[in-house]
């Protein structure tokens, strides 16, 4: 079958020519490769469309960690998944598809369904995972720190891995509803994160992109004020058709630079983006939406009211970030760390959109030869929304 990953020997390759890895495009090529073989517990499944999240593109750059030992790490933290350690590695966290073969233990799904990939993996017999799955110790995220991922023709998955295909969705669309919807819903929603509730101000960065453009519809459904910063005219419109009630456009009104070359605070530029929060006419900050790390999260912290929160599942401009702690504990703010979702939280997030609730925004669809193209765009801060590709 053919996939869209990295190989032990692409990768040796480029590391005798000395090729920097600059664009992620550089980091992927197409394999050929044997269809996944199942355990009794997984399923075999034709994918139908998959959509691309900002992990691959971390897999193709290698950074912070090569895919390769993202995967012995699952390994280690799961003995029995041996079979995923092969001299190639399938990227993609986020398909649809149909059963195509089911191991003799899966009881609850059969071959000819129609399904969405759940993309957190876990070994349900440690006892964490009956709680919150994302809390175990062996939970890995599939396609990312496993291999057999979403571009592919097949790709392989646990049985405990697989959500209901909404009705209501054409395959593409259904394609994009799984990774960043249930990672904005249980950082936002959920009582494992910041439990937006009605009246709340919500400031929301990057808020056109995969994540931001679920927790604006998230919040505003929660009955919240949403603030959301985004770059360019294009995306504000996004932002505004979403219902957000303010928007920034952060290249418009140079919304930026909040932190000098070492990534100590520009304290100044922090109390100039208060006063533009105050000219918007924002009042106090109950929660931020943060995944932009080392750049924002200082300011996110300072912009939050007395008591806030500060949600965060990411680092796009880097994992190393200052904050100012005055500000954390004079103001009695919390900062909650967040990552994807529990089986539970997915399925809540999936109901709001087959109820017709929420809704992917969809960037392009695409043949997935536009992959590599796709995720330089994405590197760049081009895209908005969901890019699909169609297998
Ligand atoms: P997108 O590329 O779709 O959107 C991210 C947006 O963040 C960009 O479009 C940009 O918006 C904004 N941004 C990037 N850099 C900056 C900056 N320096 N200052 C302000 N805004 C910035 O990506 P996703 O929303 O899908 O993912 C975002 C991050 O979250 C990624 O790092 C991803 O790996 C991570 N993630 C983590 C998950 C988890 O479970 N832990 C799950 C999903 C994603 P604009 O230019 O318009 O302001």
Not at 90 to 106: C, H, M, P, R, T
Not at 304 to 333: E, H, P
Request: with cysteine.
């Amino acid at each position: 079958m053919w996939a869209y990953g990295t190989s032990k020997s692409f990768r040796e390759k480029n590391i005798r020519a000395k090729t920097e890895i600059n664009l992620p495009s550089e980091g992927i090529t197409v394999l050929e490769v044997g269809l996944p073989e199942i355990k009794p517990d997984e399923v075999l499944i034709k994918v139908k469309s998959s959509a691309l999240n900002y992990n691959s593109v971390w897999s193709s750059l290698s950074k912070p960690v090569d895919p390769f030992k993202l995967i012995s790490g699952h390994i280690t933290r799961n003995p029995s998944a041996l079979d995923h350690d092969l001299d190639y590695a399938i990227f993609g966290s986020d398909a649809v598809g149909v059963i195509e073969k089911a191991g003799s233990e899966v009881v609850q799904w059969k071959v000819g369904d129609e399904v969405v990939v759940h993309c957190l993996v876990v070994n349900e017999n440690e006892p964490a995972s009956q709680n919150d799955s994302i809390t175990a110790e062996s939970q890995s995220i599939w396609g990312y720190e496993t291999n057999f991922g979403a571009f592919a023709e097949f790709c392989k998955v646990k049985q405990t891995q697989l959500l209901r295909k909404p009705e209501n969705l054409t395959w593409s669309e259904a394609s994009c509803i799984s990774l960043t919807l249930s990672t904005a819903f249980r950082m936002l929603i959920s009582k494992n994160g910041a439990q937006v509730k009605a009246g709340d101000t919500v400031l929301i960065w990057g808020a056109a992109g995969g994540l931001g453009s679920f927790a604006i519809q998230l919040a505003k459904l929660a009955g919240a004020k949403v603030v959301a910063v985004a770059a360019g005219e294009e995306k504000a419109n996004i932002c505004k058709s979403l219902g957000a009630d303010v928007v920034i456009d952060r290249k418009k009104h140079d919304f930026g630079g909040f932190i000098n070359k070492d990534g100590s605070p520009d304290y100044i530029k922090w109390h100039k983006a208060r006063l533009l929060m105050k000219k918007f006419g924002v009042g106090p900050i109950d929660i931020v939406f943060e995944h932009v790390g080392r750049e924002t999260l200082g300011l996110s912290l300072y912009l939050t009211r007395k008591g806030g929160k500060v949600v965060t599942c990411a680092a796009s401009s880097g994992f190393l970030a200052t904050i100012d702690l005055r500000y954390l504990w004079m103001d009695v703010k919390k900062l909650i760390g967040s990552h994807f979702a529990n089986y539970l939280e997915a399925d809540q997030a999936m109901d709001l959109v087959r109820k017709g609730l929420i809704k992917p925004i969809v960037h392009s669809i695409n043949p997935i030869s536009a992959l590599p193209e796709k995720m330089d765009a994405m590197y760049s801060g081009e895209i908005y929304g969901k890019v699909i590709f169609e297998h």
